[in-house]
């Protein structure tokens, strides 16, 4: 689900951080926790993006994340995976856990997101603040 953030082929700043027009709307909603420039994996399965299949790709990147008071919004590899809203369907199809004390991790599959695609895509980010973020999602570790 996107919203009116910035996605693929949209100006990008600098590294793993947000626009600057996007961290203006993020922080409008009510930024409770922000992550920038976190360092992590992006790991495709079973993974198709029209003619192209990956059984299972790892990449790393830099990217962000934000937890607003109304939305979740996950930006790796240089364009925006997840943009949902916690009241929206796809939001409980988010696996959202504490994988270590300094590793948050998120598993969605790609279809639910992006139609044209099929797979499962599983982020890690690299933060001491892993414990913050799940907690500001609710999330128990």
């Not at 590899?77 to 856990?97: E, M, N, Q, W």
């Amino acid at each position: 689900m996107l919203h009116d953030l910035p996605g693929v082929g949209a100006p990008q700043a600098p590294g793993g951080r947000f626009p600057d027009a996007a961290r203006a709307t993020l922080t409008a909603e009510g930024l409770r926790a922000p992550g920038e420039d976190l360092p992590g994996s992006i790991t495709y399965r079973r993974h198709r993006v029209g003619g192209t299949f990956v059984r299972r790709k790892e990449v790393p990147f830099v990217g962000a994340l934000a937890v607003t008071g109304t939305r979740l919004v996950v930006w790796a590899a240089g364009s925006k995976h997840v943009d949902v809203p916690f009241a929206h369907p796809l939001r409980p199809t988010l696996d959202i856990a504490v994988e270590q004390p300094d590793r948050l991790g998120i598993t969605y599959r790609a279809g639910a997101f992006h139609p044209s695609r099929s797979g499962r895509v599983h982020l890690r980010f690299a933060t001491p603040a892993a414990g913050e973020l799940a907690a500001a999602l609710g999330i128990r570790h």
